[in-house]
């Protein structure tokens, strides 16, 4: 066998080859060839990752459980109660148009994603109510974006730059990098917040009362 060693990152990993050139196609050119001695040396070396055990080391865990501030934590729980009526709200929408009621309608929608239930909104009024399909397809468009903003707060990792709440994901997502917390503002999150509730009250408007209104006799 032939080997090669490879810093991946921070840490020599070992690949072996075969003699023959068969596999000299996987040889790329950040790897150097090594003697099967170093190569033994090198997979029984114990994995110490200077950037993990950076990060273990640095206390963000600790800073974590003291941040985002109270004010912070009153936003985040703000957005996290408009979302929630969105989600409620787009169910009660879809059993509506499916002509389901509310316990049929939770087997069919209970576990369904935010992503997935506005799928199935736009496929409902599509097939139930086509002159309200653009009015779905943007409401749906701004339901995902607010989403998207909405993780960032809730389900990243809050910590402080410069005396600043910012988050970030801390964690290795990807093992070559890690993403740089943001400094957040509470008029941000209020903002994101006021744009929910403004999907709130459009999806009522657009959707829901023409709907209600089509089934007047």
Same mark, same amino acid.
């Given at each position: 066998? #032939?080997?090669? #060693? #490879?810093?991946?990152?921070?840490?020599?990993?070992?690949?072996?080859?075969?003699? /023959? @050139?068969?596999?000299?196609?996987?040889?790329? $050119? /950040?790897?150097?060839?090594?003697? &099967? $001695?170093?190569? $033994?040396?090198?997979?029984?070396?114990?994995?110490?990752?200077?950037?993990?055990?950076?990060?273990?080391?640095?206390?963000?865990? $600790?800073?974590?459980?003291?941040?985002?501030?109270?004010?912070?934590?009153?936003?985040?729980?703000?957005?996290?109660?408009? =979302? =929630?009526?969105?989600?409620?709200?787009?169910?009660?929408?879809?059993?509506?148009?499916?002509?389901?009621?509310?316990?049929?309608? !939770?087997?069919?929608?209970?576990?369904?994603?935010?992503?997935?239930?506005?799928?199935?909104? +736009?496929?409902?009024?599509?097939? +139930? %109510?086509?002159?309200? +399909?653009? /009015?779905?397809?943007?409401?749906?468009?701004?339901?995902?974006?607010?989403?998207?903003?909405? %993780?960032?707060?809730?389900?990243?990792?809050?910590?402080?730059?410069?005396?600043?709440?910012?988050? @970030?994901?801390?964690?290795?997502? !990807?093992?070559?990098?890690?993403? #740089? &917390?943001?400094?957040?503002?509470?008029?941000?999150?209020?903002?994101? %917040?006021?744009?929910?509730?403004?999907?709130? =009250?459009?999806?009522?408007?657009?959707?829901?009362?023409?709907?209600?209104?089509?089934?007047?006799?």
């Amino acid at each position: 066998m #032939k080997y090669y #060693k #490879k810093l991946i990152p921070e840490k020599w990993q070992v690949f072996a080859f075969e003699e /023959d @050139g068969s596999q000299d196609s996987y040889v790329i $050119e /950040d790897m150097i060839a090594i003697s &099967p $001695e170093e190569a $033994e040396i090198i997979a029984q070396t114990p994995p110490q990752d200077p950037l993990v055990l950076d990060i273990l080391r640095s206390g963000s865990t $600790e800073r974590n459980w003291s941040w985002p501030p109270k004010a912070y934590q009153e936003a985040i729980g703000q957005i996290s109660v408009c =979302s =929630s009526s969105i989600e409620v709200l787009i169910r009660t929408v879809i059993w509506h148009i499916a002509g389901l009621d509310s316990i049929t309608g !939770r087997a069919f929608t209970g576990k369904a994603r935010i992503n997935e239930l506005t799928e199935m909104l +736009k496929a409902l009024i599509e097939s +139930k %109510a086509p002159q309200l +399909k653009d /009015d779905a397809v943007e409401i749906s468009s701004r339901i995902k974006d607010v989403f998207a903003r909405r %993780a960032v707060y809730v389900h990243q990792v809050w910590t402080m730059i410069d005396g600043a709440p910012a988050v @970030g994901k801390l964690f290795i997502e !990807r093992y070559e990098r890690l993403e #740089k &917390p943001k400094p957040v503002s509470l008029s941000e999150m209020y903002k994101l %917040a006021d744009d929910m509730n403004q999907i709130q =009250s459009d999806l009522m408007v657009s959707i829901l009362t023409p709907l209600l209104s089509s089934n007047t006799p």
